[in-house]
């Protein structure tokens, strides 16, 4: 019961708060525009570009030039390096297989330069902006000076909710 009694009060008060009240317009005297700076991300850009590089291929070549040669200087160098008769031998025959077996080696390798396209994913560009956020407007009614902000433009007169009561003293 209680509540029903409440509910029927403040039902009441407020019907008497409209039923005081009216519109009427007010003068517009001015209005600035505010803007706020917003942050705008972009998407990634993508950069590409040619890049030098230098390839080793190892093929097999049909000449045998490289290996006979590698084996005669590694068997001399082999044979100088010996200091005596025997190890002069040694020195030369081991020198020899080792020259040979870097100079195979060497005769299937080669070299080749060239460029390649790489492409890298940039981050992204981050701009600013100003957008327009609302309206400062001040308007005059019955000769006082309001403020009020609006989503808005307002024209030359604003539409104004006048409420009337009495002053209690």
């Not at 700076?37 to 993508?46: A, C, E, L, M």
């Not at 994913?121 to 006082?144: A, C």
């Amino acid at each position: 019961m209680k509540a029903i009694i409440v509910a029927t009060a403040l039902f009441s008060a407020a019907s008497l708060a409209d039923g005081n009240a009216y519109y009427d317009y007010a003068k517009v005297e001015s209005v600035e525009a505010v803007y706020e700076t917003v942050q705008i991300q972009g998407s990634p850009n993508t950069v590409c570009y040619s890049k030098p590089y230098t390839q080793v291929t190892y093929e097999q070549h049909q000449s045998a030039t490289p290996t006979i040669l590698g084996a005669i200087i590694g068997g001399a160098i082999g044979n100088a390096v010996g200091h005596n008769k025997t190890n002069k031998k040694v020195g030369m025959v081991a020198g020899a297989a080792l020259g040979g077996a870097i100079g195979h080696d060497i005769g299937k390798t080669s070299s080749g330069y060239g460029t390649r396209e790489v492409c890298e994913s940039r981050p992204q560009t981050v701009s600013y902006q100003q957008v327009l956020k609302g309206y400062h407007v001040g308007y005059r009614f019955k000769g006082e000076r309001f403020y009020t902000f609006l989503k808005r433009h307002p024209g030359d007169k604003i539409k104004v909710r006048v409420n009337v009561s009495p002053v209690i003293y």
